[in-house]
């Protein structure tokens, strides 16, 4: 189970995009499936196959397949991989959900980009983009060209007052 631990930072990474997560949800306890999984000690690799399903608290993200990378048994970048990577978690400010068909996390710089059809949404607020990079120490958020993607960013905001 403390292989899936790595994971839950990619998942608080992308619920951070659109607002705090619940405190209380990383001190539940983390649920892991998957069809299969390969853990590769001497090459610091653990990948998750087929039908990965994540949970913790009100955190849940699905995959096709999920690859941590570790040196010295400490994991330094994380790759979710889909049709779509799907996720969701209650925060703050309401539930959060996102998709895209790749999700990368590199811990060290605390960076995390949402590659293919990204889509972010709370509420009736949505961000979408072929590419979206969230910087998690600056809190900055860049899409579209910005983040080196090729496609326009769209932005839906609710109006006030609804």
Wanted: aromatic share 2%; no cysteine; hydrophobic share 40%.
């Amino acid at each position: 189970m403390s292989r899936a631990k790595p994971l839950l930072a990619l998942i608080l990474m992308l619920a951070a995009q659109a607002g705090l997560t619940l405190e209380s949800d990383k001190e539940q306890p983390i649920e892991l499936s998957a069809d299969s999984v390969d853990i590769d000690e001497s090459k610091g690799l653990s990948i998750y196959r087929g039908d990965v399903d994540l949970r913790q608290g009100t955190m849940h993200l699905q995959a096709d397949v999920v690859t941590v990378h570790q040196n010295k048994r400490k994991p330094t970048k994380i790759v979710a991989e889909g049709r779509p990577v799907k996720f969701q978690q209650q925060s703050e400010k309401g539930l959060v959900k996102g998709r895209a068909k790749r999700a990368e996390y590199e811990v060290n710089s605390e960076n995390l980009v949402m590659i293919g059809d990204a889509v972010l949404i709370q509420g009736k607020d949505s961000m979408r983009s072929d590419r979206i990079v969230y910087d998690r120490v600056k809190s900055v958020v860049k899409a579209g060209a910005a983040a080196k993607g090729k496609q326009r960013v769209h932005i839906s905001i609710e109006a006030p007052g609804k």
